[in-house]
């Protein structure tokens, strides 16, 4: 394989990185090598922990410097994953070990973001044909295009766009993950332009994993189709804030992204605390003991 797993974490939320790659190795069962960076020392699960060369808080340099290294190793691809962003499901290995990274090769993309199109996602850009398996690539205004849900990179690209986003004087914060998603998006000027428009994102409907494919299919479709129909009525018949107090009451399960490797928008944490719409997602599908998990070593990491 000349792709691998690159999991992005720190010390403070090493024991989250843990329990994602425990998730990965039970729901992605023939996955590549995981590799992981941004700590200081080596946590279990992952084939190795790659030096810190950075200072902790610059998110983008320790990407920058993971990226040359397993570059390195002989690697040209990665999926990139933070350390909240676990599989939720049975990902579909078949399309994650060897359709998507073909199709990176047969397009010179740059990214393909497994956080895709449909499922009332916010995206923009044309959908190609099914020879392609419905990829949609985006356009180069999307703000968005460089989303750290996870993705597959390619190195290459990936050491170019964050080596185009130099900090901005006296703010630290420019390197964070939060603000490289922002920056990436809106500095394409300042992204070398082999690299500029070859984004794209999956169509998660057609790459489902596990069992009961087809029906989860038309589940996931026609819980969209309910739940856009109901909310524009009630926006119509009531107000905005009813509209707004359904969308709010469903998000638990709006936020949910079924695709090649399920996840939840935003990730498991927010704001250093478990999110709340997540913890609700969990609990309707009476899936305790991963609940307490999570719940243990988010409380952990506080």
Same mark, same amino acid.
């Given at each position: ?6 999991i992005s974490t ?17 729901? +992605?069962?023939?996955?590549? $090598? ?22 902790? +808080?610059? +998110?983008? #340099?320790?990407?920058?410097?993971a990226a040359g290294?397993? %570059?390195?190793? #002989?690697?040209? !691809? @990665?999926? *990139? ?9 049975? @990902? ?11 199709? %990176? ?10 956080? #895709? ?10 959908? *190609? ?23 597959? +990179? ?19 914060? $420019? ?8 920056? $990436?998006? $809106?500095?394409?000027? !300042? ?9 794209? &994102? ?18 996931? &479709? ?7 129909? =109901? ?22 399960? =709006? ?7 399920? %996840? ?5 944490? !927010? ?17 305790? &003991? ?13």
């Open positions: 394989m000349n792709f691998c797993i690159l720190c010390d403070k939320h090493a024991d989250l990185a843990v329990l994602t790659i425990d998730l990965i190795h039970k729901r +992605w069962k023939d996955h590549p $090598s995981i590799f992981e960076c941004g700590v200081s020392r080596p946590i279990p699960g992952a084939v190795e922990t790659l030096p810190l060369k950075n200072d902790e +808080w610059d +998110w983008v #340099g320790i990407a920058e410097s290294a397993l %570059m390195e190793k #002989g690697y040209q !691809q @990665c999926y *990139l994953i933070l350390e909240d962003h676990p599989p939720l499901q049975p @990902c579909n290995e078949t399309h994650l070990n060897s359709t998507l990274p073909a199709l %990176m090769e047969k397009l010179d993309a740059a990214y393909i973001g497994l956080y #895709g199109w449909g499922q009332n996602t916010r995206s923009a850009g044309k959908s *190609l044909s099914a020879e392609f398996y419905r990829l949609q690539h985006q356009e180069e205004t999307f703000l968005w295009q460089y989303s750290l849900h996870p993705a597959l +990179w390619r190195l290459e690209a990936l050491k170019a766009v964050l080596n185009a986003l130099p900090m901005i004087e006296g703010d630290a914060a $420019s390197r964070s993950a939060w603000a490289f998603e922002r920056r $990436s998006g $809106s500095l394409q000027s !300042q992204i070398p332009a082999e690299w500029r428009g070859r984004a794209y &994102r999956v169509y998660g409907l057609g790459m489902l994993g596990g069992q009961f494919r087809l029906v989860r299919r038309a589940a996931r &479709r026609m819980l969209f189709i309910a739940v856009n129909l =109901t909310v524009l009525i009630a926006g119509k018949l009531m107000g905005s804030a009813a509209r707004d107090r359904l969308l709010n009451f469903v998000l638990s399960e =709006t936020l949910f992204f079924d695709g090649p490797y399920p %996840m939840y928008w935003s990730g498991v944490m !927010q704001k250093g605390s478990l999110n709340k719409n997540f913890e609700k997602f969990l609990l309707l599908r009476r899936r305790n &003991r991963e609940l307490s998990n999570f719940r243990a070593v988010i409380r952990k990491d506080v």
